[in-house]
């Protein structure tokens, strides 16, 4: 059991690049989100998904798009990357459900983007 | 939209003296979580709070969950180095689960 796994672990952009944030768990979880940490800024939601098919904007969602065609995978794209995406990336999943929604999150990924 | 502010952003304490960090929503919560971030890690989950008025501990760890369900606190009991790190509350609204700022944690031995 992995747990929810990230890739990659650190990368650096320049601006106007595009990439994808790859996110996946094995823990048949309905949930799953990402957010982006900066110093002093806590977590803030970027996008969600309470299943497959099925996204929604979280706080902060401009610059990037999600997917998700399957229970396991979650990957997040960065259209154009802008320094202002410079941050550490989190993804986390869980159960729907009152008493079963505890988030589990994956190592993060360090963005850097020039 | 929903916020979840926390206070302090910062603490310092000596080793073996007590750690409050306080949390409060802009809207009623259907329950709250608490999570701790290492330095250099990722957050992992503390514990959940869902009823109104309750208290949780877990060692020297103490959760409430205010009457109205808008505030919340975690106390640690004579604070140890391994308790460093920063706490974050998390409150649900709907399907969104928002974070606090967080508040980082610094012992000295």
């Known amino acids: 059991n992995a747990g929810v796994t990230q890739t990659p672990k650190f990368q650096v952009l320049k601006t106007g690049q595009s990439m994808t944030l790859q996110c996946a768990q094995d823990m048949n979880h309905e949930y799953m989100s990402w957010y982006r940490q900066d110093p002093g800024m806590g977590l803030r939601l970027i996008h969600y998904?309470?299943?497959?098919?099925?996204?929604d904007q979280g706080e902060v969602p401009n610059g990037y798009n999600v997917s998700r065609s399957t229970t396991e995978d979650f990957p997040l794209r960065l259209l154009s990357a802008a320094p202002s995406q410079t941050s550490v990336y989190f993804c986390?999943?869980?159960?729907?459900?009152?008493?079963?929604?505890?988030?589990?999150f994956g190592p993060g990924t360090r963005l850097t983007v020039l | 939209g929903q916020q979840v502010m926390q206070i302090p952003q910062y603490q310092h304490v000596q080793e073996g003296e007590d750690f409050t960090t306080y949390c409060n929503s802009s809207?009623?919560?259907?329950?709250i979580q608490w999570y701790k971030q290492r330095p250099g890690g990722h957050p992992v989950f503390l514990i959940q709070?869902?009823?109104?008025?309750e208290v949780k501990k877990q060692k020297r760890l103490t959760f409430q969950f205010g009457e109205a369900k808008k505030n919340s606190s975690l106390h640690i009991t004579a604070t140890q180095t391994t308790d460093v790190g920063t706490y974050f509350c998390a409150g649900h609204a709907g399907n969104m689960l928002t974070f606090g700022g967080g508040t980082r944690l610094m012992v000295k031995p």
């Open positions: 709070l869902v009823k109104s008025g």
């Open positions: 809207t009623t919560l259907s329950n």
């Open positions: 986390a999943s869980s159960y729907i459900g009152q008493n079963t929604d505890t988030q589990y």
């Open positions: 998904s309470v299943g497959a098919g099925i996204t």
